[in-house]
């Protein structure tokens, strides 16, 4: 699996595009502003197919150019149902984010939740719900690549902000140590922001929620 991280939009939200091209595979995780245009060169270069859209959560920087792949692609979307409202009517995230958002809604194909298992790209993805960024941030772990996709809960050194609605401290810093940091310690974490960090450097060094 080859893993492509794509920062886009006007704040460097992470994208991941995850291929197999032995397959003709891939999925893409989270679709910030603009991320088409990154996501098709290479498609086309591996010679994958985009089937599946998985959303760690509803947030506007993460969905802006959600609509457009799905448009391009006809990729079937996934994403937690805590953050429904998010997704479906995005213009209430206007109402608290104190700015105009060109936003436009997603259907969603399939609702996940914690548990659940993903065959996607020869492998199984673990879905593991990780709230207190957003009501329904969840997390993508495949085990055979040592990698989890963890969206606005946990980044190399800090953790998501909890100020929003739906969002708490608490429950963040309760989801890391349960969901998070009971992953083998060599697990890669691929964050929505900044660069990717593993499971035993945030244990041992985060100094907002640590062993």
Not at 100 to 109: C, F, G, I, K, T
Not at 131 to 144: D, I, M, Q, W
Not at 196 to 208: D, F, G, L, M, R
Request: aromatic share 8%; net charge negative.
């Amino acid at each position: 699996m080859n893993i492509h991280v794509l920062p886009a939009g006007p704040i460097e939200t992470n994208a991941y595009l995850l291929t197999e091209p032995s397959r003709g595979e891939a999925v893409l995780i989270d679709a910030p502003e603009a991320i088409w245009a990154e996501v098709e060169p290479v498609l086309r270069r591996e010679k994958c197919r985009l089937g599946e859209l998985w959303i760690t959560h509803g947030h506007w920087d993460h969905t802006q150019g959600a609509a457009g792949v799905v448009r391009a692609t006809g990729a079937r979307v996934r994403a937690h149902a805590d953050d429904r409202v998010l997704i479906e009517t995005p213009e209430v995230m206007k109402r608290f984010m104190g700015e105009e958002l060109h936003l436009e809604a997603v259907n969603v194909d399939a609702w996940v939740k914690q548990g659940d298992k993903l065959a996607a790209l020869g492998a199984i993805a673990e879905i593991r719900h990780v709230p207190g960024h957003s009501l329904g941030n969840v997390l993508f772990y495949f085990a055979a690549a040592g990698a989890a996709f963890v969206g606005d809960a946990l980044f190399a050194g800090s953790v998501g902000r909890t100020d929003l609605p739906g969002g708490s401290f608490e429950v963040l810093e309760k989801s890391i140590r349960t969901q998070i940091y009971t992953l083998p310690g060599s697990t890669r974490i691929f964050p929505g922001h900044g660069p990717e960090t593993s499971v035993a450097e945030e244990k041992k060094h985060n100094p907002y929620v640590h062993d």
